[in-house]
């Protein structure tokens, strides 16, 4: 019963593809009310009306203050409170290496990844702290512990992720709340293909190629949103803070 989330609120970001999509219809199976949250409307309308009555749709750019706070206020008088927030939704880099990334690129991959994590974070606990219960996923990556694994930008957005949730963590231990963040290992998703960043810096990708190889192991989103299942129920009721590798073994190496 532990893993169960009935009556539980979950808002899920970048919930209309990949891994946030799956966790979205991992949290409704679980007994879960959803949230679904993405940038583009048409691609959280699916994945809500795929879950049914137990999911509404709500289209924020996690990036953009006002759109945050009006996702949080939809998600509030919709349902009252937010029990788990997985903040997911992120963008990759071109694979360009510190020296060769156009600042216009990283300071983008920062402003959703990071900032876009902080946005929301920012918005949503004080209603956990007002329930006195809540729990948040963030979705990192091996590229919040390791140098290797993306581009430049990448890379420091989300080790940024990995500080954010160790500081989350221990800021409100006392309060009922917790966070902690899953590091995905290449996974099947739409990522790869994301218009935003535009095509692999050549540089870039050479140089990560022998890295990447050998985490060439695909996981499948849903693999990752079991794991936030996990994390965010009440069978990790004292898992605070922690950082977990969700790759097959490839950190390990
Ligand atoms: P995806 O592209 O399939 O899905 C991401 C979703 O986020 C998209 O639907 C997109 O529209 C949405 N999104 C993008 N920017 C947004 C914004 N500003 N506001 C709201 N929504 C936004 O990618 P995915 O692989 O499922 O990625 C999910 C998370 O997993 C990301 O944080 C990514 O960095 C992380 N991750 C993925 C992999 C992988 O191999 N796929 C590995 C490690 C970490």
Redesign the pocket.
Known sequence: TTFAFDDRVSLV??A?????RAMAFAFAKAGARVVV????RE?AERTASEIGDAAIVAA????DEASVDALVESAISAYGRIDVLCN?????DTMALPADIPVALWERVLR??LT?TFLVTHAVLPHMLREGRGAIVN?A??AGIRGGTAGAAYTASKHGVVGLTRSVAWAYAKDGIRCNAIL????L???AS?ESVGSFDPAGAARLAPVLALGERMAQ?EQMADAALFLASDAASFVNGAIVPVDGGWSAA
């Open positions: 970001t970048g209309g593809s990949g891994i946030g949250c993405d940038i583009d691609r924020a750019d996690i990036s997911n939704a992120g963008i990759m959703v990844n876009g979705t990556s091996e995905p290992g290449p996974t998703t739409g990522i994301a989103p």
